[in-house]
């Protein structure tokens, strides 16, 4: 299994911007998708960015399209998210983690939690109006 820290998460004023890393361990970090998903309080774990195992294909869910940017670094084991213009309803704890599946080409639908075996710990993200 896969290790996954994440930093970067804190609070910020509506239309402000964050970026998310989250560093693995482990020497296969380069064969796997990774996303990124996020939980607000009473609701379910989300996929908001996902992204294969080369960075060529990504996907985003429709609430953070055009603000958010999924990206990954294989040589540092990182993978980032970058959050603009970001709103009070993006207020959630954000967790990386790493796909089940080795050397995915794409995501034909919106990636399941089921989709995924290692999580972070979570970092939370709050944006005040």
């Known amino acids: 299994q896969v290790q996954l820290v994440e930093s970067g998460g804190g609070l910020v004023q509506a239309g402000g911007s964050l970026r998310l890393s989250c560093v693995a361990s482990?020497?296969?970090?380069?064969?796997?998708?990774m996303g990124w998903f996020r939980q607000a309080p009473g609701k379910e774990r989300e996929c908001v960015a996902a992204?294969?195992?080369?960075?060529?294909?990504?996907y985003y869910s429709d609430s953070v399209k055009g603000r958010f940017t999924i990206s990954r670094d294989n040589a540092k084991n990182t993978v980032y998210l970058q959050m603009n213009s970001l709103k009070p309803e993006d207020t959630a704890e954000y967790y990386c983690?790493?796909?089940?599946?080795?050397?995915?080409?794409?995501?034909?639908?919106?990636?399941?939690?089921?989709?995924?075996?290692?999580w972070g710990q979570g970092t939370q993200v709050t944006v005040s109006s």
């Open positions: 983690a790493a796909d089940k599946t080795v050397w995915r080409e794409y995501y034909s639908r919106s990636p399941l939690t089921s989709d995924f075996g290692s």
């Open positions: 482990g020497r296969t970090f380069n064969r796997y998708g």
């Open positions: 992204i294969t195992w080369s960075g060529g294909i990504t």
